[in-house]
């Protein structure tokens, strides 16, 4: 499958963030990355997990949420300002002639989730499904009974805090909810295998909400850019 990635410099509000965006040929769906707290597009889990969908056939974009000036203790635990960076960059991803026309979810890890879930709250028309990796659902507060969207919840079984503030969260959802728990992972699934699994099962739950369109080539990949990479 041919792979196109780009850097992107995206301009929301007063501040500018990098984005790394990678097209696939046949792209079904794109799926938009909302990092954790201390973390950046430079992930290497989220990295892996947009590999493995990208070979499923999904777009992907993996963006910072804060510029570098900004990147502050306070800012990274402001799940807000999170929100509002996410819900910037699905608004870009559904302007941009590549991404425009394909159904879009988000995939986010640990205070990311929170900021990924209250996106979906406020752009209901344009997010299909949310994925929380390692999540804390509950900083969405209030707004986590307002998502309408399905969502995935998974968590290692050694990650015993985050387990039960997942398990509550989704007791507490009005939308379709599921747990998954990823059997001996803790919060970084580092262990052998059990990044693994988060992407076989992330890929599968996008396969079934996002992969609902007839596929088509991105336009963007008839024209060969002095900057683009070939994976």
Same mark, same amino acid.
């Given at each position: 499958m041919t792979t196109w990635t780009t850097t992107e410099r995206i301009t929301l509000g007063d501040a500018v963030i990098d984005g790394d965006l990678t097209l696939? !040929? /046949?792209?079904?769906?794109? %799926?938009?990355?909302? /990092?954790?707290?201390?973390s950046s597009r430079h992930s290497p889990r989220n990295q892996f997990v947009a590999r493995q969908l990208t070979?499923? #056939? &999904?777009?992907?974009?993996?963006a910072d949420l804060l510029a570098p000036e @900004?990147?502050?203790?306070?800012?990274? &635990?402001?799940? #807000?300002?999170?929100?509002?960076?996410?819900?910037?960059?699905?608004?870009?991803?559904?302007?941009q002639p590549s991404t425009a026309g394909l159904p879009l979810g988000l995939f986010g890890a640990s205070t990311g989730a929170a900021a990924a879930l209250l996106a979906a709250v406020a752009r209901p028309d344009s997010v299909r499904t949310v994925v929380s990796r390692g999540g804390r659902p509950d900083l969405a507060g209030p707004g986590l009974i307002e998502v309408r969207v399905p969502t995935l919840l998974i968590? #290692? !079984?050694?990650?015993?805090?985050?387990? !039960?503030l997942n398990e @509550?969260?989704?007791?507490?959802?009005? =939308?379709? =909810? !599921?747990?998954?728990? %990823?059997? #001996?992972a803790t919060h970084l699934f580092e262990e052998p295998g059990t990044l693994e699994t988060v992407a076989e099962e992330a890929g599968e739950w &996008?396969?079934?909400f996002l992969a609902t369109v007839?596929?088509?080539? /991105?336009?963007?990949l008839d024209h060969v850019a002095a900057a683009r990479r070939w994976g």
């Amino acid at each position: 499958m041919t792979t196109w990635t780009t850097t992107e410099r995206i301009t929301l509000g007063d501040a500018v963030i990098d984005g790394d965006l990678t097209l696939a !040929e /046949h792209a079904t769906g794109v %799926v938009l990355f909302a /990092h954790g707290s201390g973390s950046s597009r430079h992930s290497p889990r989220n990295q892996f997990v947009a590999r493995q969908l990208t070979k499923r #056939g &999904f777009a992907t974009l993996l963006a910072d949420l804060l510029a570098p000036e @900004e990147d502050t203790r306070a800012r990274r &635990f402001d799940i #807000g300002l999170l929100a509002d960076r996410v819900v910037g960059l699905v608004d870009w991803l559904r302007v941009q002639p590549s991404t425009a026309g394909l159904p879009l979810g988000l995939f986010g890890a640990s205070t990311g989730a929170a900021a990924a879930l209250l996106a979906a709250v406020a752009r209901p028309d344009s997010v299909r499904t949310v994925v929380s990796r390692g999540g804390r659902p509950d900083l969405a507060g209030p707004g986590l009974i307002e998502v309408r969207v399905p969502t995935l919840l998974i968590v #290692g !079984e050694r990650d015993d805090d985050v387990l !039960e503030l997942n398990e @509550e969260a989704r007791n507490t959802m009005r =939308a379709h =909810a !599921e747990l998954r728990i %990823v059997p #001996g992972a803790t919060h970084l699934f580092e262990e052998p295998g059990t990044l693994e699994t988060v992407a076989e099962e992330a890929g599968e739950w &996008f396969g079934a909400f996002l992969a609902t369109v007839p596929p088509r080539r /991105h336009p963007a990949l008839d024209h060969v850019a002095a900057a683009r990479r070939w994976g």
